[in-house]
């Protein structure tokens, strides 16, 4: 995965709430380990009709919408099952950061773990962004902060390990691994001790 310090982006809007797991990828396509791909079955049930064909009234379906990166989502994103396969169909989608103003947690952890940002802004704040969709957001991994066109800032939470993972694109095991040399040195010095 690659990190990232800054995203800027215009926006998707999702608006209903309580989206699940099961509305972000489908049980019928968890059958791979394979995270390339998942993207044309994000939100399955909700992008194709029932022939195949794009339903034009998703906002995923919609040409301004292509490219974007950023999604802004009812309360109580990510709900439902514990599906790893959730995040990863966000990102292979070509999202880096959710925005809502509540995410469930098991989804949260598993989106920084697949350099997903979730980001929780209080209730009025989404619902004013969710009305200006074509606003170009900067999101400042760094900073921990989310900027509009107009000059709002709006800081978030995230953990600071989250957020060096999120900045060096490694997950749990790649900042282990990363940190190789020093684990090493210091079990070789351990058994001296």
């Known amino acids: 995965m690659s990190g990232f310090r800054e995203l800027r982006s215009k926006s998707v809007v999702l608006a209903q709430s309580n989206i699940d797991t099961d509305q972000i990828i489908p049980a019928r396509f968890l059958s791979t380990t394979e995270r390339a791909g998942l993207g044309k079955n994000a939100f399955n049930d909700w992008r194709w009709q029932a022939d195949g064909s794009p339903n034009p009234a998703f906002p995923f379906n919609q040409p301004e919408n292509h490219g974007r990166s950023i999604l802004l989502a009812g309360r109580n994103f ?71 066109p107009d000059g709002s800032v709006f800081g978030f939470p995230l953990d600071a390990f989250a957020q060096t993972c999120l900045l060096e694109g490694v997950d749990e095991l790649g900042y282990l691994l990363a940190r190789h040399t020093d684990i090493e040195t210091y079990e070789a010095t351990r058994h001296a001790r």
Request: net charge negative.
């Open 78 to 148: 990510g709900c439902g099952s514990s599906r790893e396969h959730a995040p990863w169909a966000l990102t292979d989608l070509g999202l880096r950061a959710i925005v809502s103003s509540e995410i469930a947690d098991i989804f949260r952890n598993n989106s920084l773990k697949n350099g997903l940002l979730p980001i929780v802004l209080p209730e009025e704040i989404v619902q004013s962004l969710m009305e200006r969709p074509d606003d170009e957001l900067t999101i400042d991994v760094a900073a921990r902060e989310l900027r509009a």
